[in-house]
Structure formats: C-alpha cells, structure tokens
C-alpha cells in the first residue's frame, strides 16, 4: 500500500523513476544533490516507492515532543553532536550487529554549497565493509532513483571519482547550491608535508 502510494504521488507530480532497487540488506546510501527541503520528502517518498526501509540520521533536538515518534517511524535516528560520541563508530558497530541497515547519509551535510563532502559516509561503509549506493534527484530531468553500488577501496581518490562521475549533469533544485564532489581527505593527501 505505501509502495503503490508512493509511486502514484511521485508519478502525479511529474517524477519518473530510474535505476534498479539495490540488491544488499546491508549499505550506505547517499542522497545528492541536496539543496532544498524538498530533497528529504523526495528521498522517504522514492525509498518507499522501491520499497527500501531507510534509516537516517538527524540532530536529537529536532526529535521532540510530540514529532520524536513520528520522526523514528519515519526512519530517523537521533545524533548527539555536541557530545563527545564517534558518529562513525557507533554506526559502524549497529552495522555489525544488523541483518538489515540501509543508512542514509547526506555528504554534503547542509542544504548550502559546501567546498567538500562530509567523509563520515565514507569511513562508515569502509569501516563496517557495506557498499556505499548512490541515489540522486535530478531536477532538471525531473529523475530519481538509484545507481550501481561501489565497494570502497584503499584510493579514497579514485572511489570518489566514480562519484564524480555518477552524478555528472545531475542537477538539485538550487543548481547553484551543489558543490565540489570531493572530501578534504583527498585535498590533505595532495598537500606537501
């Protein structure tokens, strides 16, 4: 019912699906571009169209009463920022433990142009040994969907490139918003010592 509901509300509005669903229990999934507030709502409605059940992280206070419950049936994890927690660890040890985990991480953190990706996604699924699937909304196409999985490496560099690739000519809804698809690690790598 949620499936077929999805499918019909992202067809009604003029979305067209493209990719297959991937084929993992386990991995993490990266959503670009991300420029608007509407790139959330399109995510949880082409998850549900292929009926994907995700899990994503969001900042503890924006699970508060009475939203806190909503927000977890959705998929939501809270995160505590300001304390002293290792974000990647921790999602690399529920990664272990889970038969079943689709993680869905932002790279690029913010709904404003940023020179770099967050890396957490990265370590993430290096760390926990999980593909990392890309996803994207391509507004100028009115696409969504998904793309081949990649299995991370030892070349950060060259692991990125694929995703460089990837989402070439894919435009969000502020085109002006998606940045450089790049981590720092790969810029500190380059710097002489």
């Known amino acids: 019912m949620k499936q077929r509901f999805a499918r019909w509300l992202l067809q009604i509005t003029g979305w067209q699906f493209e990719g297959a669903r991937p084929d993992y229990d386990r991995y993490v999934l990266i959503a670009a571009p991300h420029t608007s507030n509407w790139d959330f709502a399109l995510m949880l409605a082409f998850a549900a169209a292929f009926d994907i059940k995700v899990t994503w ?3 503890h206070n924006l699970f508060f009463w009475p939203m806190g419950w909503f927000m977890r049936a959705m ?3 809270p995160i505590i920022r300001h304390k002293n ?4 660890d921790s999602m690399v040890e529920i990664f272990k433990t889970a038969s079943q985990l689709v993680l869905v991480v932002p790279t690029e953190g913010t709904r404003e142009r940023t020179e770099h990706w967050k890396s957490g996604f990265y370590h993430i699924a290096r760390q926990a ?3 990392i699937v890309p996803s994207f909304l391509d507004f100028s196409r009115k696409r969504g969907g998904f793309g081949p999985p990649l299995e991370t490496t030892d070349d950060a560099r060259a692991d990125m490139q694929y995703f460089r690739d990837f989402y070439t000519g894919m435009k969000g809804k502020f085109p002006d918003k998606f940045g450089p698809i790049r981590l720092r690690e790969e810029e500190d790598r380059e710097s002489p010592r």
């Open 57 to 59: 992280m969001a900042k």
């Open 75 to 77: 998929g939501g994890m």
């Open 129 to 131: 040994g999980v593909p």
């Open 85 to 88: 927690t290792n974000v990647v």
